[in-house]
């Protein structure tokens, strides 16, 4: 082939300058192709870019926060109060959201020239949150209990009383005999007996513990059995609530539809706006709101009684009650009263659970401890002394005292004294009577009857001839009452024990106990052998036959008794319970309930409130319960 065609040639000289020159530098050549493809560093950008429209990019940020933020104070419900912790974190979250609204509407995660105008710009919130952060810290400075321990220690007012004065009014006939956990077992099985209720609803896991009309009580209010249900029956409300009698251990049903014309609207089961911590809030918007507590007036109208309370040491130190939030469970109506009208105010009586125990023991606490210093309570302990684990309830002047055992610092198995503080007016009284702990007490009470491997309930004080003694039921597997006991607080050897598989009656079983424990105390020389035990012995009919008055309104009204033993008066109040698949109707008259099977009286079906009745108790009777046999109009 002397030459090639033109075509070719043409064909060879494209493709040659196609073709890179191979007299090149391969590292020049890759790293101008890096330098094209390479992401710039934060530290290389040079130029920051201001985003275009910033104003409209603001405001959107903005608008999102605030429906950002309105969820979030839906759902945490913030006090607007700077002794509030949880307002502090509800700010920064707010400043947080901002920022991050406004960097994604710039796109700031794309373009990194507006990533660090953004970053710049978050120099202000972020600021504003160290400056927040800066606030606690110096407020939980200036409250702390190493620089304040003076302050904490007076938080309590304590004054020293006589056991034998407080407690000579204390009828062993009117001492709880049941706890919280059996009261709500009898709630639960209450409650499955009615059919138009137990398929809808539950009873609360919590029970307040309240003085109704002179007795000791439980009440517990009733959630919706699941979400479902609560969209079934959210419109109509909760139709009843419960009272337990922790003496009679009887069950009462109040339908508040029939007796006060409304179900309970607002409560702790509810969602959204009449989800009860958040209407509240909504009303008062400030306040440090303590969890509410369900009571009833000595009517039975259900209310909710929510603790306000008040950092008194520093900013967020000092934990006490100014005041009462009272708010009607039908209708969401609230009043707010200072914690001196509570106290003061005769009107006010019925309130029971304003300070929580938990308050009520850290106050306590700081007195103990802080007394005499901060550094004392540390590493000297001199007279340090703290409450004892676990507390109880005794219903005396009509109101509801926390009791607690007081010991020292080290954890003893012994208490040196004891003390008493009031739910409604935090009056606390300190009793120098040491004795065995409580957990020691229950203890000796379970060794009695170690047989048959019953378990003693949290003990409550009793005086028996000036004797300062523990009573505790005895439970069974089933968390039923198998019977009682009595335990000497000084000595707790001495023990009494009455069980009701052997005496087949409550009372029986009470009495036996009684009679043991104070035939216990004569043979240890507590007591003078002449000590009649028929003083402190109950009655199944303790209070039948009796004529009493009370106050109402402006009409002064009596129930007379007859010579045969009938009550004739004007019912107050109608109440209905179902027992063991009975209706059982309560007859309010003058402070006492009679009450009777519609089965035994069908008369008493047709008995409203204002009528004047005569009925024929029956022998059962414990206090305010009175069982009658007959009624008629």
Not at 257 to 282: A, C, D, V
Not at 290 to 316: M, Q, R
Not at 577 to 603: H, R
Request: hydrophobic share 40%; aromatic share 12%; proline share 3%.
């Amino acid at each position: 082939m002397r030459g090639l065609p033109c075509t070719l040639k043409n064909r060879r000289m494209l493709m040659s300058e196609k073709l890179p020159n191979m007299d090149y530098d391969a590292d020049e050549v890759i790293g101008d192709f890096k330098s094209k493809f390479k992401w710039p560093k934060k530290d290389e950008v040079e130029v920051i870019t201001k985003p275009e429209k910033l104003g409209i990019k603001l405001l959107a940020s903005a608008l999102l926060t605030i429906i950002a933020g309105g969820i979030a104070y839906y759902i945490m419900l913030p006090a607007m109060n700077f002794k509030d912790t949880q307002l502090y974190s509800f700010i920064i979250l707010i400043l947080a959201l901002f920022m991050v609204f406004f960097a994604l509407i710039c796109k700031a995660n794309k373009k990194i020239e507006r990533r660090e105008y953004i970053k710049r710009r978050a120099i202000v919130p972020a600021a504003i949150a160290v400056v927040l952060v800066v606030v606690m810290l110096i407020g939980w400075l200036f409250g702390a209990t190493i620089f304040r321990a003076s302050s904490y220690s007076k938080m309590m007012p304590i004054t020293t009383s006589d056991f034998a004065t407080d407690f000579s009014d204390i009828d062993i006939d009117s001492v709880p005999r049941i706890d919280e956990s059996r009261a709500l077992t009898l709630a639960d099985q209450q409650l499955g007996s009615l059919s138009e209720y137990k398929s809808q609803y539950v009873v609360s896991d919590t029970t307040t513990m309240v003085n109704y009309n002179g007795r000791p009580v439980r009440v517990a209010y009733l959630e919706y059995a699941n979400f479902f249900k609560w969209v079934n029956n959210t419109k109509n409300g909760l139709p009843a609530y419960m009272i337990v009698d922790l003496v009679s251990q009887k069950v009462t049903v109040v339908n508040c539809n029939e007796q006060f014309g409304g179900s309970i609207k607002y409560s702790p089961t509810e969602l959204f706006n009449k989800k009860l911590i958040r209407h509240i809030r909504f009303q008062y918007p400030t306040a440090l709101l303590d969890t509410p507590n369900f009571e009833i007036t000595d009517d039975g109208h259900p209310y909710w009684i929510t603790a306000v309370l008040d950092k008194t040491i520093g900013l967020f130190g000092g934990t006490d009650v100014k005041g009462v939030v009272i708010t009607d469970a039908l209708t969401g109506e609230s009043t707010y009263h200072d914690i001196d009208e509570v106290r003061s105010n005769s009107e006010l009586e019925w309130v029971d659970a304003v300070y929580s125990p938990t308050l009520l023991l850290q106050q306590y606490n700081y007195y103990g401890k802080l007394q005499n210093g901060f550094w004392n309570s540390i590493i000297f302990q001199n007279d340090v002394n703290v409450a004892s684990d676990g507390y109880g309830y005794v219903a005396m002047d009509d109101d509801i005292w926390v009791y607690t055992g007081v010991t020292s610092s080290e954890g003893d198995t012994s208490n040196f004294g004891f003390i008493l503080s009031n739910r409604r007016t935090k009056e606390t009284r300190y009793y120098q009577n040491g004795g065995a702990i409580e957990v020691s007490a229950q203890q000796s009470a379970q060794d009695a009857v170690q047989n048959y491997k019953y378990y003693a309930t949290f003990p409550i004080l009793l005086d028996i001839d000036n004797q300062p003694t523990y009573f505790m039921s005895l439970y069974g597997d089933s968390n039923t009452v198998k019977g009682y006991a009595l335990v000497n607080l000084d000595d707790k050897t001495i023990v009494g024990t009455g069980l009701l598989d052997e005496m087949k009656s409550d009372a029986k079983a009470l009495n036996a106990a009684v009679e043991n424990y104070v035939q216990a105390m004569k043979d240890k020389g507590k007591i003078d052998s002449d000590v009649n035990v028929d003083d402190y012995l109950v009655s199944d009919n303790a209070s039948g036959g009796q004529s009493q008055t009370t106050q109402q309104g402006d009409n002064q009204q009596s129930a007379s008794t007859a010579e045969n033993g009938k009550i004739t008066g004007k019912v107050e109040s109608v109440k209905t319970s179902v027992n063991d698949g009975n209706t059982y109707y309560y007859l309010e008259i003058d402070g006492k309930y009679y009450y009777i099977a519609a089965k035994d009286c069908m008369d008493v079906l047709l008995i409203s409130a204002g009528d004047t009745v005569t009925v024929t108790p029956g022998e059962e009777s414990n206090g305010v319960f009175v069982a009658a046999s007959n009624v008629e109009r």
